[in-house]
């Protein structure tokens, strides 16, 4: 093979044209009818040289010498870039590639090249003790690796002696790599917050030879402190450094970044000041994308990355002794093949050197079982049956002494089995007398079974337990954070919690097909997160699904299956669909009959029960319903502070609206106490317990108190639920309740509304919440002297809170209540009449305890007789309102007061003081 560039210092770039194909070797670019295709880097490479010599034949060992530089290789290698090359070109354009049979290929046919540019050939011999090109404050020591064309370096600063990492491309024929690793480093950088396991890249030269990566120096690699460390270190030791490796790995994965190249030569270790040890992974310069629009989210260019879309299996893209089998056989790398790659790493940590491969018996050198059997999941042949990521593997290694204490249970019970089963045979030996004897070691043998059996239930579930958390490894690892994060998704720094979770949703149902019973785990988490976000309908649709799939995986009595129906229960609550959570409901009250010792049974009844009564308006129930959940819960997993925090601070509301309201201050105030001590308390949770305290004291009518203590803790919530969360809009809507109080009309109108629209947009115009907050809406429309706009909204609300609520619920009581009164002023005496009579003192006081409701239903029904022309009737009950006014704390613009004086003017019983200002009743 001729040489092109006759000068070895200089070598003019140029931009070729075949057919319709266009390939420019300034930019390392292909394109095919003027648009650029994406093509793995080494394919690209075959193709240049081919151009290079267009119309002669290259051979196989010129192309191999040539592209892949002098590294071990497979016997496929060269045909699968050249397959890959003809697939990118599209079908006319590959035919210009002609295979020479035994010998090598020939791009054949007529090609046009166009000079570009010149780029020299690096002039400089790097030596230790010379200046680092470019970097003057930094001098060359010692060579840490080298490939043709690629040194690199490490430097010293010659005042400081701090120390940095040269990566050199001296000719620019081996940039690629270079820049490939330079983006995916500004990749890892914006979407891992905690980059402790990563080296930093702190600069880059790409504009004049010699071109260079500037990194931070991370220690020396694996392989160079093996052979002094390793052997030093105990078993727990080595898995705790491996651990910080797959934790890396794990953290790329997870912003979409494979390494391609995991192995001890690309991890650094160095020496922490408190003894211990901290690794860094480096070398990203076979690194892939999972997804390049990533960059364009990022605004990062993609240097280095326009070829690695369809970065299928090059061989070469790695170390042979740590490749997966399938990239040998062309498949595509994924995060497996990553996970392939760390399962030989951690054998060979564990066997003592990096020196050794995978051979048949590998076992041996290995003396822990169940690190044998992770080491066999994550080297698995089959991709199917690996390991499905990074996560996963280190998971498995961090609960090994759970698993450890499971294998002893369920050992202890098979061994008690056997020698059950051989003392009964041993007493049928016996004399005939010892026949009595034998029934009783049959007992005992038929217990040992039984306990067996259960031994064995006890360790299959301990294995869905571990497959379950396995799957929620992969599931978080590769779908909700792989696939659904913010880079992924496009959206940058906007990219929410909801678009990840809806993203992740999507796949859940295609990942999890053939696992019914870990889709089912999947969809209740999904369920749980949607309703923290407060996405009401998907939530309910995955708690709906996650039930249909654990009744029928298993049973309608597992306890999987009762928790997923406590949780749909109380999002069929949420979302106002009481008749079918009323169905939930009673199966779990079966549940808990039929087995009436189980505390956890009880604890996910009573809560599921608490929030139904909670917002059925139940109040004396809600709080007996929480006591009992919150009491199982302190039995079954007192560990699970968030749904204790979370029932408490409802009990404190429910303690609250009972009138046993300095109980409730008191619990809220333990809240507060407890979660201070807690080292991940980010204040929320002491923001609603105060918040919770605010509203006790408004019903005490102490508002000052009040308002000082809901302002107090929606600073907390807005910065970190938002001013849109169902949190804040209750919040608000007490401070409407005050500045009702205070008669504040504007203010009160503007919380209002605020809140009606806030619950609408959150539940929808037909939940239970979203009519109580046009109930409050309607009142101060009414009290800003907007009546008619006030009576619509008041009739809205009362007529659909009658359809969905019983009779005598409070939140019903009071919507009829107050479009009686509206309406009777304004002109729909004949439409709020029947009304009137299914009101009734007890739910009104349980709304707004204040002893005056009697009265003012006196009231009502007075200028409802005067209406309807039946003086006799009115009088008596205008002397019992008025009587009753006067003997209660009511002020005396109270507009039922104001009424009830002017009624009785009308039945000529007095003078009525004028009702401008009138207050609504508190």
């Not at 020479?100 to 020299?120: E, F, I, K, N, W």
């Not at 360790?459 to 992924?488: K, M, Q, T």
């Not at 507060?672 to 991940?680: F, K, L, S, T, Y």
């Not at 003192?841 to 709304?847: C, G, K, N």
Request: hydrophobic share 45%; aromatic share 6%; with cysteine.
């Amino acid at each position: 093979m001729t040489t092109p560039d006759p000068d070895p210092r200089e070598r003019v770039l140029y931009s070729y044209r075949f057919g319709t194909a266009e390939y420019d070797e300034a930019r390392v670019e292909l394109r095919v009818a003027g648009l650029p295709v994406e093509i793995e880097h080494r394919a690209l490479e075959v193709l240049a040289c081919l151009l290079r010599h267009a119309g002669e034949v290259v051979t196989k060992d010129e192309l191999l010498r040539e592209v892949w530089a002098g590294r071990i290789t497979v016997d496929k290698v060269l045909p699968n870039a050249v397959t890959k090359l003809r697939r990118a070109l599209g079908e006319r354009n590959a035919e210009h590639i002609v295979t020479q049979a035994r010998v090598g290929y020939r791009l054949d046919g007529p090609v046009t090249r166009t000079a570009l540019s010149h780029v020299h050939a690096s002039r400089i011999q790097l030596e230790p003790g010379q200046p680092v090109p470019a970097r003057a404050d930094f001098t060359l020591v010692r060579t840490l690796g080298a490939t043709a064309g690629n040194e690199v370096w490490l430097a010293r600063h010659v005042r400081t002696g701090a120390q940095r990492v040269y990566k050199f491309s001296l000719d620019g024929d081996r940039l690629a790599p270079l820049k490939r690793e330079a983006t995916l480093a500004r990749v890892l950088r914006e979407g891992i917050a905690e980059r402790r396991h990563f080296v930093e890249l702190i600069d880059w030269n790409f504009e004049t030879p010699p071109f260079f990566l500037e990194c931070e120096y991370g220690g020396d690699n694996l392989l160079e402190w093996s052979t002094g460390e390793l052997a030093a270190l105990d078993t727990e030791m080595r898995v705790a450094v491996f651990l910080q490796v797959a934790d890396a790995v794990a953290a790329a994965h997870g912003v979409g970044v494979l390494h391609k190249d995991i192995k001890p030569a690309n991890v650094l270790i160095a020496r922490e000041d408190d003894g211990g040890w901290r690794i860094r992974l480096t070398d990203f310069g076979s690194g892939r994308l999972v997804d390049p629009d990533t960059l364009d989210a990022l605004g990062i260019t993609r240097a280095g990355l326009g070829m690695t879309r369809n970065d299928v299996g090059d061989p070469s893209s790695g170390t042979p002794l740590y490749l997966a089998p399938e990239i040998f056989d062309g498949q595509l790398p994924t995060a497996q093949a990553d996970v392939y790659a760390l399962g030989v790493m951690l054998y060979q940590m564990l066997a003592g050197s990096f020196s050794k491969p995978m051979a048949s018996g590998w076992e041996q050198d290995i003396d822990d079982p169940l690190l044998c059997e992770d080491i066999r999941a994550a080297t698995e042949g089959d991709p199917a049956r690996r390991l499905g990521s990074t996560a996963e593997l280190a998971s498995r290694l961090r609960t090994r002494e759970a698993r450890r204490e499971q294998a002893r249970r369920e050992r202890e019970a098979v061994e008690q089995a056997r020698r059950e089963r051989e003392a009964l045979s041993r007493s049928r030996a016996q004399r005939p007398y010892l026949v009595a004897l034998a029934v009783l070691f049959g007992v005992g043998a038929a217990l040992a079974f039984w306990l067996y059996a259960t031994a064995l239930e006890a360790r299959n579930d301990a294995r869905r337990e571990l497959a379950r958390a396995n799957a929620l490894n992969r599931f978080l690892n590769d779908d909700l954070i792989g696939r659904a994060n913010p880079l992924v998704l496009a959206k940058g720094k906007d990219a929410s919690l909801e678009d990840m979770l809806l993203v992740a949703r999507e796949r859940a149902g295609r990942r999890f097909a053939s696992e019914p019973g870990t889709e089912a785990t999947i969809r209740s988490s999904l369920a749980m997160l949607l309703n923290m976000i407060e996405r009401m309908p998907e939530a309910e649709g995955e708690a709906r699904r996650a039930l249909e799939l654990f009744e029928r995986e298993r049973g309608p009595d597992h306890l999987d299956t009762l928790r997923a129906r406590s949780t749909f229960a109380r999002l069929l609550v949420r979302t106002a669909k009481y008749d079918e959570a009323h169905v939930q409901l009673d199966a779990l009250d079966a549940a808990v009959a039929a087995h009436p010792g189980d505390a956890l049974r009880r604890y996910l009844a009573s809560a599921a029960w608490a929030v139904y009564a909670m917002n059925r308006g139940e109040y004396a129930d809600a709080v007996t319903r929480f006591r009992t959940a919150i009491d199982a819960l302190r039995i079954t997993d007192p560990s699970d502070t968030t749904m204790l925090d979370s029932l408490r601070i409802d009990l404190v509301a429910m303690l609250a609206q009972t009138g046993a309201r300095e109980e409730a201050r008191e619990v809220a105030q333990a809240i507060i106490d407890e979660v201070a001590m807690r080292e991940d308390d980010n204040g929320l949770v002491a923001a609603f317990a105060k918040a919770a305290i605010g509203r006790s004291w408004m019903l005490d009518g102490d508002v000052a108190r009040a308002e000082a203590l809901l302002l107090d803790a929606q600073v907390t919530i807005l910065a970190l639920l938002g001013e849109r969360h169902s949190r804040n809009l209750s919040l608000t809507n007490d401070l409407y309740a005050i500045a009702v109080d205070r008669k504040d009309w504007p203010r009160a109108l503007e919380y209002a509304r605020r809140v009606h629209e806030g619950f609408a947009a959150h539940f929808g115009p037909e939940h239970t919440v979203t009519h109580v907050t046009e109930l409050n809406w309607g009142l101060a429309l009414y009290e800003s002297g907007d009546a008619t706009t006030a009576l619509g909204h008041l009739r809205s609300a009362a007529t659909k809170l009658a359809a969905q609520l019983p009779a005598d619920n409070p939140q019903r009581q009071l919507a009829a209540f107050w479009f009686a009164a509206v309406g009777l002023e304004h002109g729909a005496v004949d439409e709020v009449r029947p009304l009137l009579d299914a009101l009734a003192v007890a739910p009104l006081e349980a709304i707004i305890p204040n002893g005056l409701w009697p009265y003012r239903l006196a009231t009502l029904r007075a200028q409802d007789a005067i209406a309807r022309g039946d003086r006799d009737a009115a009088q008596p009950l205008l002397r019992e309102a008025l009587d009753g006014f006067a003997q209660g704390d009511v002020e005396d613009d109270d507009r039922f007061l104001v009424r009830a004086r002017a009624a009785s003017v009308a039945l000529g019983g007095g003078a009525a003081p004028p009702d401008e200002g009138a207050a609504p009743p508190r």
